[in-house]
T-cell receptor, first 112, second 119 residues
């Protein structure tokens, strides 16, 4: 069975600070994909990033970066220089065996 | 490109009543998903279609929930009779066909959701 754990529930930061969201996953699949989605107050889930299980290269995309470590089954996500518009719930998700499973989400509050 | 359309956005019903939600996926997306998101939790998959066939409905409470995707495009999710614990946001999502070699094959695009309140 697939499982995604996001331990933190709510994280508050002051604008321009960095915020890192932790994600730990469990799967028996050898091929899988990891995602981060953002859910702003409007409610629509927005795709942010995807990483497949064979590519542990960490990248930066604008103010977003991620740290994928297969050895510890972690896929952490960082927002650099946070802005008020980053206030949202962020979900880590695992895609394997044709199913996308979500964690419980991290509520990020950016204080101006 | 038009997104995933859902309606209604909000619905309030009393327990034991019935309700139906509609979803129109992105054009060309063969795979359609219905997720249930209870307040404070992550979305949970209810049912997944590939064209008009069911791929996974293992978490669908079949005694009260049903879904169909006639003609492999639009889909309807029905709850009858509703219970208090069905209060949630029902999210529809679509993606390219499962097994597609496209790099975006397993990226789900979500609609804005239908918020159900059962009193």
């Amino acid at each position: 069975a697939q499982k995604v754990t996001q331990a933190q529930t709510e994280i508050s930061v002051v604008e321009k600070e960095d915020v890192t969201l932790d994600c730990v996953y469990e799967t028996r699949d050898t091929t899988y994909y990891l995602f981060w989605y953002k859910q702003p107050p409007s409610g629509e889930l927005v795709f942010l990033i995807r990483r497949n299980s064979f590519d542990e290269q960490n990248e930066i995309s604008g103010r977003y970066s991620w740290n994928f470590q297969k050895s510890t089954s972690s896929f952490n996500f960082t927002i650099t220089a946070s802005q008020v518009v980053d206030s949202a719930v962020y979900f880590c998700a695992l895609y394997g065996n044709n199913r996308l499973a979500f964690g419980k989400g991290n509520q990020v509050v950016v204080i101006p | 490109e038009a997104g995933v359309a859902q309606s209604p956005r909000y619905k309030i019903i009393e327990k034991r009543q019935s309700v139906a939600f509609w979803c129109n996926p992105i054009s060309g997306h063969a795979t359609l998903y219905w997720y249930q998101q209870i307040l404070g939790q992550g979305p949970k998959l209810l049912i997944q279609f590939q064209n008009n066939g069911v791929v996974d409905d293992s978490q669908l409470p079949k005694d009260r929930f049903s879904a169909e995707r006639l003609k492999g495009v639009d889909s309807t999710l029905k709850i009858q009779p509703a219970k208090l614990e069905d209060s949630a946001v029902y999210l529809c999502a679509s993606s390219l066909e499962l097994g597609s070699l496209s790099s975006g094959a397993n990226v789900l695009t979500f609609g804005a959701g239908s918020r159900l309140t059962v009193l």
